[in-house]
């Protein structure tokens, strides 16, 4: 156990290390120096000079990058060059709406995911099943911004149930602002069920060809409880691992649905930069939400091997 | 006498094959609806009696009638007309996409499969690059190459190329071991007659299913770009920009983004019936649990 779990960590650190290496690439790759572009139009070359030395631009790559990491390390990210603030200040302040967005979004894809799941597998082949299927492939091309339009359209300008876009300040009660995410909740909700109803049906008939289910059976249990309880219990981990990664997906993946719905949100912060070529934000935002996507495996690993003691370390 | 034998011997089993790919209707439709959307985007000029990009205000957000199926934009123009265009563009982005993203991913996992010495360096790139959601790595990538048509191709390419060589590495691992290849080594075929020759045709098979879901994802992907503002420019009509143009005019007019995001929900719709029934076909295994 302790082996292993150090060879994971290690392997993470590894990927986190490369993440970081690719990360600081892409900001310093880009075309333009970053000390022209805070400065602007009006800067003259000494000025461009002086800044490049106060952020240690005019030193050779490598080191740069050995600077940047350290201070990473210590939980620095730089500061924004629109925002007026840290980077770490602007992300902690976005990541409200993109938890309780992401938490929703997983909720309702999994409500949707698990029991169409289970009844495709259960009446394998028949027209609801077919059915299903269909409703996944088609939920997998749809999309996001598209569909947030249509449901905005539809249930915020014509029903008028919901505000059309926004969160709210943050004076305002917390279940009023939670009421913002309930539309962009279902539009990645019902897209990313897709998935977990392709994996829960996998994995239920997995589950419903071995033994344990036969002689279930054979004992004269109902069929309800033959697949309720002893097959879906044990179909659960994979679908445990299928939902843990969405979830992780939907972090940094959310952008789009973020930006249809004007949600102040982490995707929203990275959209935002990239127009405006906010370079330390890119950087920190992406470290960010790739370290959280690398932990977020790294737990579901550890519960798959927690969960089912038939996995071996 | 040889060419007219090997003709007989193929074309029997490329029916058989295509008899057996379309023996489920989904992917038959899925065919036929892929077949029209290539065909419209070909002859697009013929499609329509009208310019794409001519301006007439006085036309302006005209609801579908006979003489505009699809409505008129913001500025008169035919929509219709304008998603059939938008066909030309979005489907030869992802067409490329699928291109450079297959060939690089091919070679990269090729090469890590079978050198071992390659292998924890090529797949740790590839395991950091897909720490990060595709649309978030796109939209980075943009924001360091600058938005353009080609660079959307290019970032997205970059993006998927992982996918593939995960895939192409972990066939590679299974057909490295078997005996034709042990075979081919000891007669002294050279390693890259083995890896192109004996390796690579046997790897095809997932290859070109997962080729065809990227096809739908890029295509998704592009859209997506082009809706933020970072993909391409919008004065160049694809799906995406189109929706994107027509978003402010969604109260009044809404299907000035109906029809170009339908054409999208088509077109990769279409892309992963066929991409599903080719997976059934190819990997028989599969068919029993999925």
């Known amino acids: 156990m302790f082996r292993y779990l150090m060879s994971r960590f290690a392997g993470m650190l590894a990927v986190m290390l490369i993440v970081a290496v690719l990360v600081f690439l892409l900001t310093r790759l880009a075309p333009g120096d970053p000390a022209a572009l805070m400065l602007g139009d009006q800067a003259t070359a000494e000025d461009v000079a002086r800044l490049r030395a106060q952020y240690g631009l005019d030193q050779p790559l490598p080191l740069q990058f050995v600077y940047w990491l350290g201070e990473v390390l210590q939980g620095n990210l730089g500061q924004s060059i629109f925002l007026q603030q840290p980077v770490t200040a602007a992300l902690a302040e976005r990541a409200e709406p993109t938890f309780f967005l992401t938490l929703f979004s997983v909720a309702i894809a999994s409500l949707i995911g698990i029991p169409c799941g289970v009844v495709s597998a259960v009446w394998r082949g028949r027209a609801l099943d077919q059915a299903f299927t269909g409703v996944a492939m088609l939920g997998a091309s749809i999309p996001s911004f598209w569909f947030g339009l249509i449901l905005i359209q539809f249930f915020s300008v014509k029903l008028g149930w919901f505000p059309v876009a926004g969160y709210g300040d943050p004076d305002v009660p917390l279940a009023e602002r939670l009421w913002h995410l309930v539309l962009p909740a279902c539009v990645l ?105 690398v932990l977020i495996n790294l737990l579901i690993d550890l519960l798959y091997r927690v969960a089912d003691p038939r996995v071996r370390f | ?213 990227i096809f739908a994802y890029a295509i998704l992907a592009e859209a997506g770009l082009s809706f933020l503002g970072v993909g391409v420019p919008p004065e160049i009509p694809t799906w995406g920009t189109m929706v994107a143009a027509g978003q402010q005019f969604a109260d009044q007019a809404f299907w000035v983004v109906l029809y170009p995001g339908l054409a999208i929900v088509i077109a990769a719709l279409s892309l992963q019936m066929v991409g599903d029934g080719l997976r059934d076909m190819l990997d028989p295994r599969l068919r029993k649990s999925l």
């Not at chain 1, 004007?262 to 950087?283: E, F, K, M, T």
């Not at chain 2, 003709?7 to 295509?18: C, D, E, M, R, T």
């Not at chain 2, 489907?91 to 990269?108: D, E, Q, R």
């Not at chain 2, 071991?177 to 004996?198: K, M, N, Q």
Request: a positive charge; charged letters at 15%; one cysteine or more.
């Open chain 1, 189 to 293: 909700g019902i897209l990313n069920s897709a998935l977990i109803i392709r994996f829960t049906r996998a994995s239920m008939l997995d589950v419903l060809g071995e033994d344990y289910v036969r002689t279930a059976r054979a004992m004269g249990h109902a069929e309800r409880v033959v697949v309720l309880r002893h097959a879906l219990r044990n179909a659960l981990i994979p679908i445990i691992t299928v939902i843990g990664l969405t979830a992780a997906l939907l972090i940094g993946g959310a952008v789009v649905t973020e930006t249809v719905f004007g949600l102040p949100g982490v995707g929203n912060l990275v959209v935002s930069a990239v127009l405006r070529r906010d370079y330390p934000v890119i950087q920190g935002a992406l470290l960010a939400i790739a370290a959280v996507y």
């Open chain 2, 1 to 213: 006498m040889a060419a007219a034998a090997s003709a007989s011997v193929s074309s029997p089993g490329l029916g058989l094959a295509l008899r057996k790919l379309f023996r489920r209707k989904v992917v038959l439709a899925g065919a036929v609806a892929l077949v029209v959307l290539v065909l419209l985007a070909l002859f697009a000029p013929f499609a329509s009696p009208y310019d794409p990009s001519a301006l007439k205000v006085l036309e302006r957000l005209r609801g579908p009638s006979a003489l505009h199926w699809f409505g008129t934009d913001e500025f008169g123009r035919d929509i219709f007309t304008r998603v059939v265009v938008g066909a030309r563009y979005s489907l030869t982005i992802g067409a490329l996409t699928v291109l450079i993203a297959t060939v690089a991913g091919t070679l990269l996992g090729l090469c890590a499969g079978y050198f071992r010495r390659l292998d924890t360096p090529i797949m740790r790139v590839v395991d950091a690059m897909m720490a990060f959601p595709d649309i978030l790595l796109a939209i980075a990538l943009m924001a360091m190459l600058g938005a353009s048509l080609f660079n959307v191709v290019l970032a997205l390419a970059i993006v998927y190329t992982p996918r593939i060589a995960r895939i192409v590495r972990a066939s590679t691992l299974v057909v490295r071991e078997l005996l034709f290849v042990e075979a081919a080594r000891a007669l002294g075929v050279s390693t890259a007659r083995i890896l192109f020759r004996h390796i690579l045709l046997n790897t095809l098979s997932p290859i070109l299913v997962q080729a065809t879901f």
